[in-house]
C-alpha cells in the first residue's frame, strides 16, 4: 500500500491497528460520556421548580397515583387535583413534570404538605426537599407558623428540620382530611411538624 500524499509504502496492518486504535480510544470516549449522563443526567439538565397549572395535572395525578397503588399516598383523582391547583408545586426537567407538593392552609397559623410525591426514575436527586422547600417559602410569606405532615418517611422530612410529634398533639381541624381518607382511624402514618418562625 503506497501513502498518496507522502509517496511511501505504508505497512496494511499497521494501518488497521491504528484504525482499529481510534476507533477503540473513540468508543472508549463516548462510553465515558454516557456513563457521565447516565451518573449525573439531573444535575446537567434544567431543573425547575414553580407553582403548578392546569396543563401538569394528568402527569401530576400519574405520579400521585403511582405511589396510592401501593398504599404509601393517598390516590387523587383529576378533579380533586384541579380545584387545588393553587395549592401545587411541581418540579419540571426538560420540560417533563417530574414531581409535585402541595401546601394547604388548615387554619390561620398552621398548613399541610400534601401529595408530596416524585416519579421513581428521579428519586433521591433532591427534588423532593426541593419541592418542600417551595411550599415551606410558600408557608412563610403567608405568614404561618408550623407546617406539618402526615407521613411514611419521617426520615426524609427530619433531614428538613421536621420534628416527630405525637398526631393527637395537631388540633382536631387536621382530622377532617383524614375522614375523607379509607384507611381512617387505622391510618399509622407518622406526624412531623416544623416551626418556621425564624
Ligand atoms: C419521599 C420522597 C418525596 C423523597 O423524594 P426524593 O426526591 O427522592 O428525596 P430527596 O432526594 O430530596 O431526599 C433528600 C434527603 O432526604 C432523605 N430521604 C429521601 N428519601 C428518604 C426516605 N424514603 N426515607 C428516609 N430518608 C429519605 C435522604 O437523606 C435524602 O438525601 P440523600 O439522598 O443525599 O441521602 C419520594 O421518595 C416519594 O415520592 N416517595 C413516595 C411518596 C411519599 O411517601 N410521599 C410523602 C408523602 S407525605
Given at each position: 500500500?503506497?501513502?498518496l500524499l507522502s509517496g511511501?509504502?505504508?505497512?496494511?496492518?499497521?494501518?488497521?491497528?491504528?484504525?482499529?486504535?481510534?476507533?477503540?480510544?473513540?468508543?472508549?470516549?463516548?462510553?465515558?460520556?454516557?456513563?457521565?449522563?447516565n451518573k449525573m443526567p439531573l444535575q446537567r439538565k434544567q431543573k425547575l421548580i414553580r407553582k403548578a397549572r392546569v396543563d401538569d395535572v394528568v402527569v401530576m395525578k400519574q405520579i400521585i397515583n403511582t405511589y396510592s397503588k401501593d398504599e404509601l399516598m393517598l390516590a387523587r383523582s383529576l378533579s380533586e387535583i384541579y380545584e387545588n391547583i393553587r395549592d401545587y408545586y411541581i418540579c419540571e426537567i426538560d420540560g417533563e413534570v417530574v414531581g409535585c407538593c402541595s401546601l394547604h392552609v388548615v387554619w390561620e397559623d398552621l398548613a399541610e404538605i400534601l401529595a408530596l410525591a416524585v416519579n421513581p426514575k428521579c428519586a433521591r436527586k433532591g427534588i423532593g426537599a426541593k419541592l418542600v422547600s417551595?411550599?415551606?417559602d410558600d408557608a412563610r410569606s403567608l405568614g404561618m407558623?408550623?407546617?406539618?405532615?402526615?407521613?411514611?418517611?419521617p426520615g426524609f422530612?427530619?433531614?428538613?428540620?421536621?420534628?416527630v410529634v405525637d398526631k393527637n398533639s395537631l388540633p382536631r381541624k387536621i382530622?377532617?382530611?383524614c375522614l375523607k381518607c379509607p384507611k381512617f382511624p387505622d391510618?399509622?402514618?407518622?406526624a412531623v411538624l416544623k416551626s418556621i418562625n425564624s
Open positions: 500500500m503506497e501513502n511511501k509504502r505504508v505497512i496494511p496492518e499497521l494501518v488497521h491497528s491504528t484504525v482499529l486504535k481510534i476507533i477503540n480510544s473513540n468508543s472508549l470516549f463516548y462510553n465515558s460520556l454516557i456513563l457521565l449522563e417551595a411550599c415551606l407558623k408550623e407546617v406539618f405532615a402526615l407521613t411514611y418517611v422530612f427530619e433531614t428538613l428540620g421536621f420534628k382530622w377532617s382530611g391510618c399509622n402514618e407518622i
